[in-house]
């Protein structure tokens, strides 16, 4: 069967979302659909990533193909300092050209089915093919509302990637019957990694005697990275901040230069491969979510999923999208945007090895099926049978226990 999979996004790219494309375009050609990955060129912007292979930047398998729409980036005419506005406008502009470009492709390909992140490619997409929409964020734009409510009735099911984000879809007109929960994922290789800490310490240049904590990921103000920054300040220990663009890095490093903070060290962006070395350096990953955003009350953030693979003791914000996931069996959960209860929840990862043992291992245990594999199998069987069977909790993480019967 032949599967297009249909993305607004920039790949390869310092987002989340490109990894988790890549990913799944890996997962599907492995359970024996021909892959097509259907995406608008990319020209302007990132000049350290562009240019690379995705395949090798993701270490993905070249098992399906990257196909990039005949159309001109229209970020070549964003100006140097242009408005908000502008901005928005060249993203409505490319959404849409690239919408009628990819739907006249799919009318020129014999494809069986369409994956799409995108409401408005999911509507147009359900006339020609039969088509699965993917949400992954909750949007307040006008222009996504309207989508989603139109291909509501259209598309083959829904999936959401966590089950606020089901109610969400929901109440926008989607069937409860045919909307499914599935979490994000982390990859084999990430998985069964052989990468003690003492090896990842001493390849980055880290006493191994030394403790640190990580936080991976972009530095949005909307990720909490201003209250850790803040907790650090109650902290002895250094604090490694891996991954955001360099306009965040800069305003970060700026406001930890005012606040007189010195045992933080923004690491900058690093590859996939990089991400996973300082992950497993850490004696402490810290997943602090804002919740300022009422995007973050729906996240399932890629990241958390690395970080339960990693072995090593979580603490994040106490938000519902975290908590589906998350519990006090395999993690410290503290309120988000304090920064003092943040510092103790690090404090006692830190200090109760024990403990920190404990809820370590029982993530390891909670995500390990929780593959990129599997979650397209699952995908695969709700194509063919629009049904699956979630009675057996042996094959489901013990966090789904507690889900409703709908999610998968």
């Not at 490109?18 to 599907?28: G, N, T, Y």
């Not at 930890?256 to 903070?261: D, G, L, M, P, T």
């Not at 390891?364 to 063919?384: F, G, H, M, P, S």
């Amino acid at each position: 069967m032949r599967l297009a999979y249909i993305a607004v996004a920039r790949i390869p790219s310092k987002s989340a979302n490109s990894l988790q494309i890549m990913k799944m375009c890996e997962a599907f050609a492995k359970t024996d659909f021909d892959v097509e990955l259907i995406v608008p060129p990319y020209w302007v912007g990132e000049a350290d990533i562009r240019k690379k292979d995705p395949f090798r930047y993701y270490d993905v398998e070249r098992i399906f193909k990257i196909v990039k729409l005949p159309m001109t980036d229209v970020f070549l005419l964003k100006p140097a300092s242009g408005s908000i506005w502008w901005l928005n406008t060249l993203k409505r502009v490319r959404f849409v050209l690239f919408t009628i470009l990819s739907l006249t492709y799919l009318m020129t390909r014999p494809f069986n089915f369409v994956f799409t992140r995108d409401p408005m490619v999911a509507f147009f997409a359900s006339f020609f093919k039969q088509t699965v929409y993917e949400c992954h964020t909750y949007s307040p734009s006008r222009m996504i509302r309207i989508f989603e409510r139109l291909s509501s009735s259209r598309c083959k099911f829904a999936v959401a990637i966590s089950q606020t984000l089901k109610r969400h879809l929901v109440e926008r007109g989607f069937d409860e019957m045919r909307t499914y929960v599935l979490h994000d994922a982390v990859s084999p290789q990430i998985l069964f990694a052989e990468f003690p800490m003492v090896k990842a310490k001493k390849e980055l240049g880290i006493d191994i005697n030394q403790k640190i904590i990580v936080y991976t990921g972009h530095l949005y103000q909307r990720n909490g990275i201003y209250t850790l920054a803040e907790a650090a300040a109650f902290l002895k220990e250094k604090v490694f901040l891996v991954g955001g663009r360099q306009e965040d890095i800069e305003a970060l490093k700026h406001y930890i230069s005012e606040k007189n903070i010195n045992n933080i060290l923004v690491v900058g962006h690093r590859t996939p491969r990089d991400v996973m070395i300082f992950q497993r350096a850490a004696d402490v990953l810290v997943l602090p979510l804002s919740a300022t955003r009422t995007r973050n009350v729906f996240a399932s953030p890629l990241k958390l999923f690395e970080y339960m693979a990693s072995r090593k003791p979580i603490v994040a914000s106490k938000l519902p999208g975290i908590t589906e996931i998350l519990n006090e069996e395999n993690a410290i959960l503290v309120e988000a945007d304090t920064p003092r209860k943040l510092a103790e929840g690090i404090n006692k990862a830190l200090t109760n090895e024990r403990l920190s043992k404990i809820i370590a291992d029982q993530a390891y245990q909670d995500v390990r099926l929780n593959t990129w594999e599997n979650r397209a199998a699952k995908i695969c069987a709700l194509l063919n049978s629009r049904r699956i069977n979630t009675s057996s909790a042996r094959h489901r993480p013990s966090y789904s226990r507690r889900l409703d019967r709908k999610t998968v």
